[in-house]
């Protein structure tokens, strides 16, 4: 599987799920995605994006960290 370049990419496909979400509350937030089966040499992936847009279009994932 491809590493995933956005959030839409990560969030549509079911290899990564959301570890942790940083400054939840600031305007730029910082999702941490983690491979959702372990294998080696795969390490989390993290992107910045606008909280308004993510809340929009996540909203159940926001609201759950």
């Known amino acids: 599987m491809a590493v995933p370049k956005n959030v839409k990419q990560a969030m549509e496909h079911d290899g990564y799920r ?7 509350y600031s305007k ?8 959702r ?10 992107f910045w994006i606008n909280r308004d847009y993510f809340k929009r279009n996540y ?5 759950r960290f």
């Open 59 to 63: 909203p159940k994932t926001y609201n």
């Open 37 to 46: 089966f372990a294998r080696s040499g795969n390490k989390h992936i993290s």
């Open 18 to 24: 959301v570890k942790k979400i940083y400054s939840k």
């Open 28 to 35: 730029q937030i910082r999702v941490d995605f983690e491979p």
